[in-house]
């Protein structure tokens, strides 16, 4: 099993930016088998929705909602990725969640998240 432990959201007004982290613990025998890291959010009353992907160290994929105002990186030697956020929108606000494809599976133990509100 892998942990994950988001930090970095907080309360910014609009055109603001944050930058999310999202720390994987584990067994070596997992973390070690990590192949991508993903983003999510869920607003309240709303689905979770992937906002942003990063597969190997590289190779990124993202919501067409966001319009390029979001990058993902990922620190391999760390087991760390990052979601930068910039100008930021009163519609971000949401709890913003972390995942991790081990092998070819995805894992379905979520971190708690970490909450971002954007005000107007």
């Known amino acids: 099993q892998v942990q994950l432990v988001e930090s970095g959201g907080g309360l910014v007004q609009a055109g603001g930016s944050l930058r999310l982290s999202c720390a994987a613990t584990?067994?070596?025998?997992?973390?070690?088998?990590?192949?991508?890291m993903g983003w999510y959010r869920q607003a309240p009353g709303n689905q979770r929705e992937l906002v942003a992907a990063i597969f190997g160290g590289s190779r990124t994929h993202y919501a067409d909602s966001l319009e390029g105002r979001f990058t993902i990186s990922r620190d391999i030697a760390k087991n760390t990725a990052y979601l930068q956020m910039v100008s930021l929108k009163p519609e971000d606000t949401a709890v913003y969640y972390c995942n991790v494809r081990i092998g070819s599976i995805w894992s379905s133990n979520w971190g708690q998240g970490t909450q971002v509100t954007v005000s107007s």
């Open positions: 584990g067994h070596i025998s997992s973390i070690s088998r990590i192949t991508a």
